[in-house]
Structures are given as structure tokens and as C-alpha cells.
């Protein structure tokens, strides 16, 4: 099997032209060991583009446990980067995912990706909760560089009200009104990502709903990079939502299936 590396703020990716429907896609053991550091080739997913009929390209993503997951927007950035080494796209692309239709375009070296739009976003104590194509707790802390974030995400994600379906956890610092720093535990990978695409949409979405910042263009920064989110608010919700940031090959290789 012929794969391809990427990561996009240090979110990596195996991704595979699937467009011959060569791979097994049931075969969730291989593909757990294909994204594990020590025995395959090391991910935090594993993305297949597909053919279909009506756009450009599919999108098929896994977590790094193997099983097929909800959206992941910095995959989504990296397969449109690849789409584009492919000859499959120029710079302007639309897509489906597991969560429908997306547009995406490459401007200077980054990756736009359009997002669902957001209706819901419940608010409780301590924290807020919203699904920007995966479900994601947001929550503010202090001195966030030395928070633990594997214990308390762990935490977080396995307990009461999210329980076994789980859900992504994203603890937020402040530093201005426009630039917040975001650690996210993902689950599926079960551990800290050093960045995550649909994290860092529902941090910007959730500091504007929360009266943090009246900004509609929020800086992130994670523990891989830079990501910026844009979005309009109408006062219903949240829609023309974009994640942009890099999404680089980082190399290819083959590996037995």
C-alpha cells in the first residue's frame, strides 16, 4: 500500500488514494496499527480519498483506535492539500465527509476549509459544549502551559453526561480579545493532539457565544501552530465558518496491508 504523511500544526495524517477501492476499509486492526508510532507508521488518523459522483472527492477518516470517526478539520485541510498534489483539484475544491458537503480553497500557502454551520451551543457552569462536525467540551483554565491535560481530558471525556460515545476535549487560555491558546484531548487517540481543527472552531465559535471576545476572526494558537478561525454570527447561530492554517506532505512510503 503507497501512503502518503501529512500534518497540518502538527495533527498528523496517513492518507491513501482509495479511488480504486483497493483498501479494506473494515479492517480496523491494520488500521490501528498502521497509525501506532511504535509498530506501524504513527498518526493520529488515517484519511482514504474516494470518488464520488456528484464533487470533487470523499473523505473517509479513522481515529488512531481504527474506527471511523466524525468530520476532523485539519484532516479535512491536509486531504484537500492532497487532492491538489494529485492533479484531482486546482486551488478551489468541494468535497463530502462523514458530515456533508464542504468547500475548500488553497490562498499563500494555507489550506481554507469550510465548516458546518453551528446552531446549538449549550452553555453550563464551567464550560460550553457544541458539535462543529465532532462533539467538543471547551473550557477556560489558568496557566494552561502546565495543566494536565491527558488526566483531566481522560476525565472529562469518559465521564457523566458523555459517557461511551465520549466527547473531544478543549481546555482554552486567553490572551487577548482576539488570540486565545487551545490543548485538546482527542478522542480515539485517547492523549493530547498538538492541534486539532474541529478544537480550535469550536474554542473561537465558543468565545464569541460566551461574550470572551466580540472579534469574528480568532487567532489559535496550539502546541503545533497557528490556526485561524472566521465566522458570521447572526444572532441564530454561527455559518460561513472557515478553519485555515498549513497542511504539508511530510513524506511517502509503502507499507504492507
Not at 488514494?17 to 509498530?39: E, H, M, V
Not at 492539500?81 to 468535497?95: D, G, P, Q, V
Not at 446549538?120 to 502551559?145: A, N, Q, W, Y
Not at 497557528?226 to 507499507?255: C, R
Amino acid at each position: 500500500m503507497t501512503f502518503y504523511k501529512y500534518q497540518g500544526t502538527g495533527n498528523d495524517f496517513v492518507i491513501v488514494d482509495n479511488r480504486l477501492q483497493t483498501i479494506n476499509k473494515n479492517d480496523t486492526n491494520r488500521i490501528a496499527t498502521i497509525c501506532d508510532r511504535r509498530f506501524g507508521i504513527g498518526a493520529d488518523g488515517f484519511i482514504l480519498l474516494e470518488t464520488d459522483e456528484k464533487v470533487d472527492f470523499k473523505m473517509v477518516y479513522y481515529n488512531a483506535d481504527g474506527n471511523e470517526s466524525t468530520m476532523c478539520g485539519n484532516g479535512g485541510r491536509c486531504i484537500v492539500a492532497f487532492a491538489k498534489f494529485l492533479n484531482i483539484i486546482e486551488n478551489e475544491t468541494e468535497f463530502i465527509a462523514i458530515d456533508g458537503l464542504h468547500k475548500a480553497k488553497i490562498e499563500n500557502g494555507l489550506v481554507h476549509l469550510q465548516m458546518q454551520d453551528v446552531s446549538e451551543i449549550e452553555t453550563f457552569d464551567k464550560h460550553l459544549f457544541l458539535d462543529t462536525g465532532s462533539p467538543h467540551h471547551v473550557e477556560l483554565v489558568s496557566d494552561l502551559k502546565d495543566f494536565d491535560v491527558k488526566v483531566n481530558g481522560s476525565r472529562i471525556r469518559n465521564g457523566e453526561p458523555y459517557n461511551a460515545a465520549g466527547s473531544n476535549v478543549n481546555f482554552v487560555e486567553q490572551l487577548s480579545t482576539e488570540n486565545f491558546a487551545v490543548r485538546t484531548y482527542e478522542r480515539g487517540v485517547e492523549d493530547e493532539t498538538l492541534s486539532c481543527g474541529t478544537g480550535v472552531t469550536a474554542v473561537a465559535i465558543s468565545m464569541h457565544a460566551s461574550g470572551k471576545t466580540q472579534n469574528e476572526k480568532i487567532s489559535l494558537q496550539t502546541q503545533g501552530g497557528e490556526l485561524n478561525v472566521t465566522f458570521k454570527s447572526d444572532g441564530n447561530g454561527y455559518n460561513n465558518i472557515w478553519l485555515v492554517g498549513p497542511a504539508q506532505q511530510v513524506f511517502k512510503g509503502e507499507i504492507e496491508w
